[in-house]
């Protein structure tokens, strides 16, 4: 049917520009919604052991990698690198490791915390962001056998199978719906933001280098508070000024509404702050308002990631770019006695 | 995307405990300039005088109306050229190529900002639509007046930096499709 391969070819399209931390998010968020006791491995406090997920009573074991586009300028590199992180986390779920060049036993510690006890991988499920050729299989599998047969195989079974996929594998396997696209779709914005945030030069910062310099003279004693306050207001600045240029990018009459909500937060939180006989306390609140305006102007849908974070950065715009601001209280002139 | 945190509850905390006072000077925030008419007339007469073509035995020039309309969209934002140059020398990765293309392509064609613009300037006589293109109008010389009064002023130096080196990048027709 047109409309359900549309999503799949759109779902696995979004599937294959997430990288790093965001395509293992989406990874986890849709196999969750597809299967029962699909469980995401958490690589606190020593790493996830090369296992990222387990499902099935811990008989199927998930190890995902959303490589970095950019870092790859052919696909021969792509290639190298997937085989290499997979081959890493093969030789952790089979308990081996290379010692000067020899292939050896090496135990991983933490798998025996995090899968059932007894249990043992039967089948590995090793998932990509880019899976465009078929010179990873031969190198992976023969990995896997190799792997096999020197390991002790404390927790995989010695003919365990393994299946590599690639976003299409992923989308057609299960049914796409709206939802999924949506989660999807907001995951790219907000990886884009973030990216396009890293690359921003914040200019002209005089001004607000003057109100955090007046800030450590008001606050005596939060010299490092301050210090770290002023990092994160950037941070947040940068993150408005980026999801700005996105907008204008690619969704120019976005841009004009976002242009509209600015002028309505700004309008909002001056009211506030000036209207008020506790100021600064009215300021903790002015996040609220600017997410308040933002979500409705825009589909929490498609941005609802990004939106806490850029009502915040907005905030911290007002401060950075000056309309709001504060200053020591004015001196009383010396009296002669 | 990593949580930034609460600077803005923590940064009222701070000031809630001291004898700060507040200043307020709305007017200090500029609006985006994208959207001022004049400055964007002023990078539209940069580009015709550079771009546009002799046409007819009238003395007058056109320019294909995507072209000018992809071309000041990069020029008012500088951040794309890197994007357009790999996009004109064609998909080396494939699908990935396709996906950023797609969206430099969405952004310029949704850019109603500069089709406002092109309706007011032709409004004014300043340029006539024939079919795909943009034909200088009997009021024209205007046109050529800002840009030569830029040039003279020494405004818009970072402008005119960008729109020497898309001078240097083909626009192919591919890049222009959708129209």
Same mark, same amino acid.
């Not at chain 1, 903790?284 to 009502?311: H, K, N, P, R, W």
């Not at chain 2, 500069?114 to 006539?128: N, P, R, T």
């Not at chain 2, 040039?151 to 005119?160: G, H, P, T, V």
């Given at each position: 049917?047109?409309?359900?391969?549309?999503?799949?070819?759109?779902?696995?399209?979004?599937?294959?520009?997430?990288?790093?931390?965001?395509?293992?998010?989406?990874?986890?968020?849709?196999?969750?919604?597809?299967?029962?006791?699909?469980?995401?491995?958490?690589?606190?406090?020593?790493?996830?052991?090369?296992?990222?997920?387990?499902?099935?009573?811990?008989?199927r074991?998930?190890?995902?990698?959303?490589?970095?586009?950019?870092?790859?300028?052919?696909?021969?590199?792509r290639?190298?690198?997937?085989?290499?992180?997979?081959?890493?986390?093969?030789?952790?779920?089979?308990?081996?490791?290379?010692?000067?060049?020899?292939?050896?036993?090496?135990?991983?510690?933490?798998?025996?915390?995090?899968?059932?006890?007894?249990?043992?991988?039967?089948?590995?499920?090793?998932?990509?962001?880019?899976?465009?050729?078929?010179?990873?299989?031969?190198?992976?599998?023969?990995?896997?056998?190799?792997?096999?047969?020197?390991?002790?195989?404390?927790?995989?079974?010695?003919?365990?199978?393994?299946?590599?996929?690639?976003?299409?594998? +992923?989308?057609?396997?299960?049914?796409?719906?709206?939802?999924?696209?949506?989660?999807?779709?907001?995951?790219?914005?907000?990886?884009?933001?973030?990216?396009?945030?890293?690359?921003?030069?914040?200019?002209?910062t005089?001004?607000?280098?003057?109100?955090?310099a007046?800030?450590k003279?008001?606050?005596?004693?939060?010299?490092?508070?301050?210090?770290?306050?002023?990092?994160?207001?950037?941070?947040?600045?940068?993150?408005? +000024?980026?999801?700005e240029?996105?907008?204008g990018?690619?969704?120019?009459?976005?841009?004009?509404?976002?242009?509209?909500?600015?002028?309505?937060?700004?309008?909002?939180?001056?009211?506030?702050?000036?209207?008020?006989s506790?100021?600064?306390?009215?300021?903790?609140?002015?996040?609220?308002?600017?997410?308040?305006?933002?979500?409705?102007?825009?589909?929490?849908?498609?941005?609802?990631?990004?939106?806490?974070?850029?009502?915040?950065?907005?905030?911290?715009?007002?401060?950075?770019?000056?309309?709001?601001?504060?200053e020591?209280?004015?001196?009383?002139?010396?009296?002669?006695? | 995307?990593?949580?930034?945190?609460?600077?803005?509850?923590? +940064?009222?905390?701070?000031?809630?405990?001291?004898?700060?006072?507040?200043?307020?000077?709305?007017?200090?925030?500029?609006?985006?300039?994208?959207?001022?008419?004049?400055?964007?007339?002023?990078?539209i007469?940069?580009?015709f005088e550079?771009?546009?073509k002799?046409?007819?035995?009238?003395?007058?020039?056109?320019?294909?109306?995507?072209?000018?309309?992809?071309?000041?969209?990069?020029?008012?934002?500088?951040?794309?050229?890197?994007?357009?140059?790999?996009?004109?020398?064609?998909?080396?990765?494939?699908?990935?190529?396709?996906?950023?293309?797609?969206r430099?392509?969405?952004?310029?064609?949704?850019?109603?900002?500069?089709?406002?613009?092109?309706?007011?300037?032709?409004?004014?006589?300043?340029?006539?639509?024939?079919?795909?293109?943009?034909?200088?109008?009997?009021?024209?010389?205007? +046109?050529?007046k800002i840009?030569?009064?830029?040039?003279?002023?020494?405004?818009?130096?970072?402008?005119?930096?960008?729109?020497?080196?898309?001078?240097?990048?083909?626009?192919?027709?591919?890049?222009?499709?959708?129209?």
């Amino acid at each position: 049917m047109e409309m359900g391969h549309s999503l799949i070819t759109e779902y696995a399209r979004t599937l294959a520009q997430l990288s790093g931390d965001d395509f293992e998010d989406e990874l986890s968020a849709r196999l969750e919604s597809v299967i029962v006791d699909f469980q995401s491995v958490p690589a606190s406090p020593h790493g996830d052991a090369g296992l990222d997920a387990f499902s099935h009573g811990g008989e199927r074991a998930y190890c995902c990698y959303g490589a970095v586009h950019d870092e790859f300028k052919k696909n021969k590199d792509r290639e190298e690198a997937i085989v290499k992180k997979f081959k890493g986390d093969l030789q952790s779920l089979y308990e081996v490791g290379f010692d000067e060049g020899k292939l050896k036993v090496a135990d991983n510690v933490e798998m025996k915390m995090i899968l059932p006890s007894g249990q043992k991988i039967k089948h590995i499920h090793l998932i990509s962001n880019w899976f465009e050729s078929h010179r990873i299989l031969g190198p992976l599998n023969d990995a896997q056998r190799e792997y096999a047969e020197v390991s002790r195989c404390r927790y995989v079974e010695k003919t365990a199978s393994l299946k590599i996929d690639g976003p299409k594998e +992923l989308a057609n396997r299960y049914a796409v719906d709206e939802a999924t696209i949506g989660r999807a779709r907001q995951r790219i914005v907000a990886q884009r933001v973030e990216k396009i945030a890293q690359s921003i030069a914040l200019g002209s910062t005089e001004k607000f280098d003057k109100k955090m310099a007046d800030l450590k003279v008001l606050v005596p004693g939060q010299e490092a508070a301050v210090e770290a306050l002023r990092g994160q207001l950037q941070a947040a600045w940068r993150t408005a +000024l980026a999801f700005e240029r996105e907008l204008g990018d690619t969704l120019p009459a976005m841009h004009r509404t976002l242009e509209k909500s600015r002028e309505r937060i700004l309008t909002r939180v001056s009211m506030l702050i000036v209207g008020s006989s506790k100021p600064w306390t009215e300021l903790g609140t002015a996040t609220q308002i600017a997410s308040g305006i933002l979500q409705g102007d825009f589909d929490t849908l498609s941005y609802g990631m990004v939106i806490e974070d850029v009502s915040s950065g907005e905030i911290a715009r007002l401060i950075g770019e000056c309309p709001v601001g504060w200053e020591k209280p004015a001196e009383k002139p010396a009296t002669n006695a | 995307m990593p949580k930034l945190g609460q600077p803005i509850e923590k +940064l009222a905390g701070l000031l809630e405990g001291s004898t700060a006072t507040p200043v307020m000077v709305p007017s200090r925030l500029a609006p985006s300039a994208i959207y001022d008419v004049e400055y964007r007339t002023a990078v539209i007469a940069l580009l015709f005088e550079r771009f546009a073509k002799p046409f007819g035995i009238a003395g007058h020039r056109r320019i294909s109306a995507a072209k000018l309309k992809l071309l000041q969209f990069v020029t008012f934002r500088p951040w794309l050229l890197p994007a357009i140059r790999e996009w004109s020398k064609g998909p080396d990765q494939g699908s990935l190529e396709l996906t950023y293309s797609m969206r430099i392509r969405r952004g310029f064609l949704s850019d109603t900002a500069h089709e406002d613009v092109i309706d007011l300037l032709a409004a004014c006589g300043i340029f006539v639509r024939a079919k795909n293109h943009l034909v200088t109008g009997e009021r024209a010389g205007e +046109l050529a007046k800002i840009a030569a009064s830029v040039q003279e002023k020494k405004l818009f130096d970072s402008e005119l930096q960008l729109i020497s080196k898309l001078e240097e990048i083909p626009l192919t027709n591919g890049m222009l499709e959708g129209w």
